[in-house]
């Protein structure tokens, strides 16, 4: 099979506001797979798509040491099929901020190894100029380590391949084809520097995304880290637990998700943002759960503008027309409170809401004026807040309104109707102007609750 992949690519798409991935994930049986089209796919999506979109996928594997065994890949428009031989593509648009990385974490020996004579399909090597190709790794390998060859190239990515001696034959088999005089670097895998080289990029790729909270992590790990897990003492299951409690940065009780699968060959970004293609590491991506710096910017005058020209005969209206302004924006979900005076106690109190979360507590969110809640000190101090985690104690959130809503992080914003408490500049005000009582009963405008994201 011939994967006609210059006239599958889309045209490169346009960024505009959103964060944008390409995700690949490819799976080939028979001869395709041997001759391993992923490098190919991964070199032209690099190419059609430039530096400014990462990339992000790898190759489905069956646990088989040689490669033949196909993995399956599940796709479809209306009905989702298993496939054997396919090339699966995705485009991610994402208006949440979303990081990829690529790590390894290999340690060098310090060795080169030149390729002197190969086999006629250039994938088994019969000698190096130092020594033939089994001795050299029976050598390196008298302490039961595991050794592995990482190729040394100017043009394309490292590949590492683990040297496989067959039983009385003089040679070692490679995985893919490798090119006449290739040099080699004799590498080993130690199960700490992984773990340190994976806990780096991940900390690197947050504090680039400037992530607040980060809700969940996608791993895609080599096989290779899977087959000699033992041989190594690499701990994949703490790993995983370990990942979680670091990407927990508020730690709150629920961790975040973190999924994946084991591949034969990831595709993420290395510390320099350059899309990579790799084996024998792990590309992660990350989702956190805030807007993007540039949504808001782009959406909020977009939306502006079509506020500016309609007119509100009824607060009401006008306060239905901001709520659905915010959630226009990006916001999954914002609720409108009003001051409400009161002969015996003021309150804020729950007006109109969108969204699929706080129209759950719009009936119940009622809070004294005097009292502690959240609400209550935005509106007094007329001061914004943002709230990482609701749940927790001290955010000072009504634990009955959260448990309900489901929301996690909030940002409350107070307005108040009035030249002297309006802060000029915020793009709330051009709907906030037509908050007046009809009624003749004063009614000040408490906050707005803009729900932080959700992925």
């Not at 029976?138 to 990482?150: I, P, R, S, W």
Request: net charge neutral.
């Amino acid at each position: 099979m011939a994967f006609d992949l210059k006239r599958s690519m889309p045209p490169t798409p346009v960024a505009k506001n959103r964060k944008t991935i390409a995700g690949f994930w490819i799976s080939a049986s028979g001869r395709a797979f041997i001759e391993y089209a992923t490098p190919e796919l991964h070199k032209l999506m690099r190419q059609k798509l430039g530096a400014r979109i990462p990339i992000f996928g790898g190759a489905a594997c069956a646990d088989d040491p040689n490669r033949i065994k196909p993995g399956l890949l599940f796709a479809g428009d209306t009905e989702y099929k298993a496939y054997d031989d396919a090339l699966v593509a995705a485009k991610l648009r994402c208006e949440t901020p979303v990081g990829v990385t690529f790590t390894h974490g290999l340690t060098e020996t310090g060795r080169l190894l030149r390729v002197s004579t190969l086999s006629q399909d250039k994938r088994a090597i019969h000698k190096f100029y130092e020594n033939a190709a089994v001795d050299v790794m029976e050598q390196a390998q008298t302490d039961g380590k595991v050794v592995l060859l990482a190729e040394i190239s100017t043009n394309d990515d490292s590949v590492i391949y683990t040297p496989k001696p067959m039983e009385g034959a003089p040679f070692i088999r490679l995985s893919r084809e490798v090119r006449d005089d290739a040099c080699f670097k004799l590498m080993r895998p130690d199960a700490q520097t992984i773990r340190d080289s994976l806990k780096n990029g991940i900390e690197r790729t947050v504090k680039l995304l400037h992530a607040e909270n980060p809700i969940a992590c996608l791993l895609l790990k080599s096989n290779g880290l899977l087959r000699s897990r033992h041989k190594i003492n690499l701990d994949l299951e703490e790993d995983l637990k370990g990942i979680e409690h670091d990407l927990n940065r508020h730690q709150r009780g629920v961790s975040p998700a973190c999924v994946g699968g084991f591949v034969d060959g990831e595709a993420g970004v290395d510390e320099n943002g350059r899309s990579v293609l790799g084996n024998w590491g792990t590309a992660v991506a990350i989702f956190s759960d805030e807007l993007r710096d540039p949504v808001p910017v782009y959406r909020g005058f977009e939306k502006l503008a079509d506020l500016a020209g309609k007119r509100f005969d009824e607060p009401d209206d006008a306060a239905k027309a901001l709520l659905e302004m915010i959630y226009d924006i990006g916001f999954p979900s914002a609720m409108i409170s009003y001051w409400i005076h009161d002969e015996i106690e003021d309150a804020i109190v729950a007006q109109d809401a969108v969204g699929s979360r706080y129209p759950k507590v719009l009936e119940v969110t009622r809070q004294t004026v005097k009292g502690g809640d959240v609400l209550a000190l935005v509106a007094k101090e007329k001061r914004a807040r943002f709230v990482p985690d609701s749940r927790l104690p001290g955010s000072q959130c009504d634990p009955q309104a959260v448990k309900i809503s489901g929301v996690v992080s909030q940002y409350i914003y107070p307005l108040m109707t009035g030249s002297s408490t309006l802060n000029r500049g915020h793009w709330h005000h051009l709907a906030i102007r037509a908050l007046r009582a009809f009624d003749g009963r004063p009614r000040n405008f408490g906050g707005v609750h803009l729900e932080g994201g959700t992925l």
